[in-house]
């Protein structure tokens, strides 16, 4: 009999990848995916611990979940509750301790063993034991050669993680300790996953990583590759129009990467590059190993071989020890760069990282103002990209219908949504646009997203 599960995601993309490749795994074992925890048999909340209190929000979440458990308890049935995750793999054993309802946590290196994890929760129970399991170790094997092929469709759009883990141990992340140190898949596995992905119906590709750009994955002929010449080669699959990556590191812009901007027609003009303060001092506390003008200078090659390429940014404010004038260095190095989208933050400190302990500390008060100030400016640069596009024509990546009747929804080359209005004849035949890559015509720009139409009117469903 068909076991039910519920997977619900929190964070980053590399944690929808990691959900989706759960979903993968479980359905090899017999489960097939509910849209609710209700009546399901296990539920699986993948976690971030990157935002503040994310691990409060998840016991927030079990604590819900625990009225249902207990609700199927008295019905003779059982639900099984795991943690996956970053926030599971830093603070698994407290967990178990405060919150009893949970059955399993494990880390994001050890998902592939989930199966197996099931069996001894299952084998307890049926023995009337608690039966909780704890793995969050970090294997010696590779989890990804574990992992079956994809059970369901990506979509238009699918993520592929290239690269995880880092060794760069910035002072308020705490990605190396839960994510381990950089690892590449070998070229030849991220090929073949890419044109799996393609033959179930993808034609956008992201490549994902903690350090994506740092990725050096091996080839056939032992040597390895660089993400420049992994992009040439996802490229080269047939049914793959768009390639897209995420996230990168300063450090590791190489003239490779930046030229694969020019040279590969496939690779979108859009590049999400964290700087995280304009201020020196602070990049040096936050061991950052790039200084503003550095970054300066990468945006300039970076314009220099694709003029037409837009950036997105993370900000940090309100650092430890961060004064007036940092802050005003942070606000110079974005109207010097000018964003066409950014994630901007206050400062909170992640337990065990170095920057938790510094002293001097920002007063919340002046975080918040710090905060607004910079998002008032990175929302007016914002509109006016989004301003700029009226009257263009672009190449939406047609993704699914939209929430109005008359609507489908897609993204720009630019990674905008594009809410694109149809005429009743060519709404009746929406379906076929799906998964396409059409011309539609920019007629707004709102603050966090496009509408048009369809720029070809004689087009007709084939």
């Keep these: 009999m068909s076991k039910s599960v519920f997977i619900k995601t929190y964070g980053c993309q590399m944690n929808v990848y990691d959900s989706q490749r759960i979903g993968d795994v479980l359905a090899a074992d017999g489960y097939t995916a509910v849209d609710g925890p ?28 625990k009225a249902l458990k207990d609700a199927r308890r008295a019905e003779g049935r059982t639900m099984i509750i795991a943690i996956a995750g970053c926030v599971g793999q830093a603070e698994g054993p407290e967990m178990m301790r405060r919150a009893p309802a949970i059955d399993l946590v494990l880390g994001p290196q050890t998902y592939h063993r989930l199966p197996a994890l099931l069996a001894r929760v299952e084998a307890a129970h049926a023995e009337g034991k608690p039966g909780r399991v704890l793995d969050t170790d970090f294997p010696a094997d590779d989890k990804f050669d574990h992992l079956p092929g994809e059970a369901t469709a990506p979509g238009p759009s699918a993520f592929l993680t290239v690269q995880e883990g880092c060794d760069k141990f ?5 990605v190396p300790y839960t994510r381990g140190a950089e690892m590449s898949r070998p070229v030849a596995a991220v090929l073949a996953e890419a044109g799996r992905l393609a033959g179930l119906g993808a ?55 930046i030229a694969a901007h020019r040279d590969v027609p496939q690779l979108m003009p859009y590049l999400h590059l964290p700087v995280q303060a ?43 020890g961060e004064t007036e004038a940092d802050f005003e260095a942070t606000l110079a190095l974005v109207r010097d760069v000018t964003y066409a989208q950014a994630y901007s933050f206050k400062y909170s400190p992640r337990p065990g990282t170095p920057a938790s302990v510094l002293a001097d500390q920002v007063d919340e008060a002046e975080k918040s103002r710090r905060l607004a100030a910079l998002q008032t400016l990175l929302d007016s640069q914002q509109q006016a990209f989004n301003d700029a596009t009226v009257g263009r024509r672009f190449d939406v990546l047609i993704e699914r219908p939209g929430r109005r009747p008359g609507q489908i929804l897609g993204r720009s080359p630019y990674n905008q949504a594009v809410h694109v209005t149809l005429d009743d004849q060519t709404m009746s035949s929406y379906h076929a646009l799906i998964g396409t890559v059409f011309p539609v015509t920019i007629e707004a720009g709102g603050p966090n997203s496009l509408s048009g139409r369809i720029a070809a009117p004689q087009w007709t469903a084939a």
């Design 38 to 65: 209700d009546g399901a048999d296990l539920v699986v909340l993948n976690t971030c611990h990157i935002r503040e209190k994310a691990a409060e929000k998840v016991y927030s979440e079990v604590g819900r979940l």
């Design 203 to 257: 034609r956008e590709i992201t490549l994902l990583g903690q350090n994506v750009n740092a990725y050096h994955g091996a080839r056939a002929d032992g040597g390895s590759a660089d993400l420049g010449e992994l992009i040439h080669r996802v490229a080269e699959i047939d049914g793959i129009e768009r390639i897209r990556y995420t996230t990168s590191h300063p450090r590791d812009m190489t003239a490779s990467l």
């Design 170 to 174: 910035c002072t308020f992340c705490v």
């Design 278 to 320: 304009g201020s020196d001092r602070i990049l040096k506390a936050m061991n950052r190993s790039h200084s503003a003008d550095d970054y300066r200078r990468i945006v300039d090659d970076l314009r220099a071989a694709r003029p037409d390429i837009a950036l997105s940014g993370d900000f940090i404010v309100g650092f430890p």
